[in-house]
């Protein structure tokens, strides 16, 4: 028989121990998922009742499903409607409802009082966890939550000084690098590199995959071919005009998203110049539109889809208790060769 002192109240960790299973088991079979085996689900199920184990957390006691809120402002965003197609599907299998808002204003990204106020009206209404998705975290709300004991989950943070704040994403880095050394090993030397805003933790960890993978293949950089704006078509499209307009333009563009690859086709199809036959272009994310653009467009995939799972499974988690393996969690990417890539042209 487990046995505990008066003094100790039992928690999700416990269960998880003497039962012989994973925290997040654990939290699953606390919440009724569907996803646990009969004879797991007894088994945590009997410990709970055996040590004692009362869920004390704002989650559990509420009396109607739990309330997520997901932080964006790029509805518009392909990559912002694949997440949280993952997201939705988690929430809708953890019976927790979804809301949407915009990331909160002055005074709250610079005052704690006024995010302390504004967590606690999320909180009030039966919010359990925030989930960011590619916008700036500020201290100041990251502190409030954490007062309000309010998790928030940070799906590609553009921005943050506080190094505790738990985020989700890809390998930035080695999908950058990866597509880089796709044109090289197709021949390209003189390689562009157009990307998102220098402010952005991913871009610029895209952006430094692309630089490894030239000093790798002994390419020197060339800084007149380097752009860094926003992640938009109409930033490719007036940086690949750029770009092609050169007296030695480049033969490869990588981008630092799909749209922004989006917007450099356009710029070649205007140009008159023939993709791949005269410039290979990469994009990155994999989003849909890809396989609708002319040629299909060779991307390095995300897996967006579960970027949005992991982040409502993470932070109802911790609503429960339950910490994550670690603060800086990382879903692999790979590379999706299409039709937009080809050798590099002859002189």
């Given at each position: ?122 909180k009030a209404s039966g919010v359990v966890g925030i989930i960011a998705l590619a916008v700036a975290v500020p201290d100041s709300l990251f502190l409030a939550a954490e007062d309000l004991d309010v998790p928030i989950v940070s799906i590609d943070p553009i921005d ?128 849909p539109q890809t396989q609708w653009t002319t040629p299909q467009l060779t991307s390095v995939r995300q897996p967006l889809v579960g970027m949005g799972r992991m982040a409502v499974e993470t932070v109802l988690g911790m609503a429960d208790g339950v910490q994550p ?23």
């Amino acid at each position: 028989m487990h046995q505990r002192g008066r003094s100790e109240r039992a928690t999700l960790a416990d269960v998880a121990r003497l039962a012989g299973v994973s925290p997040t088991t654990a939290s699953k079979v606390l919440n009724g998922r569907s996803d646990v085996g009969a004879r797991t689900r007894e088994l945590v199920l009997g410990v709970m009742a055996e040590i004692g184990y009362k869920p004390t957390t704002a989650r559990h006691e509420l009396t109607r499903d739990p309330t997520l809120v997901t932080v964006l402002d790029i509805v518009e965003s392909r990559y912002a409607g694949t997440v949280l197609q993952g997201i939705l599907v988690a929430a809708t299998s953890a019976r927790a409802e979804l809301l949407l808002r915009l990331p909160p204003r002055e005074p709250i990204s610079t005052s704690r009082t006024a995010a302390r106020t504004w967590v606690g009206e999320q909180k009030a209404s039966g919010v359990v966890g925030i989930i960011a998705l590619a916008v700036a975290v500020p201290d100041s709300l990251f502190l409030a939550a954490e007062d309000l004991d309010v998790p928030i989950v940070s799906i590609d943070p553009i921005d943050t000084t506080e190094s505790r704040l738990v985020s989700i994403g890809s390998t930035n880095w080695a999908g950058g690098r990866s597509a880089t050394e796709h044109v090289i090993r197709l021949g390209h030397r003189r390689i562009a590199w157009v990307g998102g805003p220098l402010g952005s933790a991913p871009s610029l960890e895209r952006f430094h995959g692309y630089q490894a993978a030239l000093d790798s293949a002994a390419i020197t950089p060339d800084r007149g071919l380097v752009r860094h704006e926003a992640f938009s078509v109409e930033a490719g499209l007036r940086h690949g005009h750029d770009l092609l307009a050169l007296g030695e333009r480049p033969t490869a563009i990588v981008a630092g998203n799909d749209e922004i690859a989006v917007g450099v086709l356009a710029a070649a199809k205007e140009l008159g110049i023939s993709v791949p036959g005269e410039l290979s272009v990469t994009g990155f994310d994999d989003t849909p539109q890809t396989q609708w653009t002319t040629p299909q467009l060779t991307s390095v995939r995300q897996p967006l889809v579960g970027m949005g799972r992991m982040a409502v499974e993470t932070v109802l988690g911790m609503a429960d208790g339950v910490q994550p393996a670690s603060r800086h969690l990382q879903l692999a990417t790979t590379l999706s060769v299409r039709d937009s890539t080809g050798p590099v042209p002859s002189p």
